[in-house]
């Protein structure tokens, strides 16, 4: 069975700050994972994943990840928060080998930004 | 491309009537999926197609819900009888699996308010 989990409901961070959003995973196999972001009032966009390759991802608007096998984690990252970077975020797993079964996603971290 | 269109934006209904939601994909895309979300349970798939068939609909909640998907560019959530407690935001998303890396891209979501 696929899981993820995201172990804060809330973060909060003073802008000009670094940040960090938590996600661990379970698969049986290799995971692919993603980690998508909700402005309020709109549906979710993709920030970026890791399929294969370097374990350090990086994606839209300075947001990194780094993919971590022996941890099993897929942690959000930014150098340096913004007051628009508030917004909830979602991560989400697939095993490789699963086929075309859907992605789990985590019950999100609303991450709040402190100007 | 518009991206996955969602319609109504916002629906608010007496309870017992029945509702209909909508959602068109993007072009090419093969697979379709329901969420649902609120505070309470967060992201909740309901059900999926690939290549406009039904999938797993272990999800939905009750008989109350159906959904149906005629055609790869049309697809459809119905409640009847709605209740307040289907009060939520229904999101729709798309993808083109088979390369299991990819991605969904959402709507914007239907905020369903049952009174």
């Known amino acids: 069975a696929q899981s993820v989990a995201q172990p804060e409901d809330q973060v909060n961070v003073a802008e000009g700050n670094p940040l960090t959003v938590k996600c661990t995973y379970s698969v049986s196999g290799n995971p692919y994972l993603f980690w998508y972001v909700q402005y309020p009032n709109r549906g979710l966009q993709f920030l970026l994943k890791?399929?294969?390759?370097?374990?350090l991802v990086k994606g839209s608007y300075g947001f990194e990840a780094e993919f971590n096998k022996s941890q099993t984690s897929f942690h959000l990252k930014k150098p340096s928060a913004l007051v628009s970077d508030s917004a909830l975020y979602f991560c989400a797993v697939r095993d490789s080998g699963s086929g075309n079964t859907p992605l789990v996603f985590g019950k999100g971290t609303r991450l709040s930004v402190i100007a | 491309d518009a991206g996955v269109i969602q319609s109504p934006r916002h629906e608010v209904t007496e309870m017992g009537q029945e509702v209909t939601l909508r959602c068109k994909p993007i072009?090419?895309?093969?697979?379709l999926f329901w969420y649902r979300q609120t505070m309470m349970r967060g992201l909740e798939l309901l059900i999926y197609?690939?290549?406009?068939?039904?999938?797993?609909d272990s999800g939905m909640p009750e008989d109350r819900f159906s959904a149906k998907m005629p055609n790869a560019s049309f697809s459809t959530l119905k409640i009847q009888p709605s209740e307040p407690r289907d009060s939520a935001v229904y999101f729709c998303?798309?993808?083109?699996?088979?390369?299991?890396?990819?991605?969904?891209?959402f709507g914007s979501g239907t905020r369903l308010t049952v009174v």
């Open positions: 890791y399929i294969t390759g370097d374990n």
């Open positions: 197609f690939n290549n406009n068939v039904p999938i797993d």
């Open positions: 998303a798309s993808s083109l699996e088979g390369l299991g890396g990819l991605g969904y891209t």
């Open positions: 072009s090419g895309h093969n697979s």
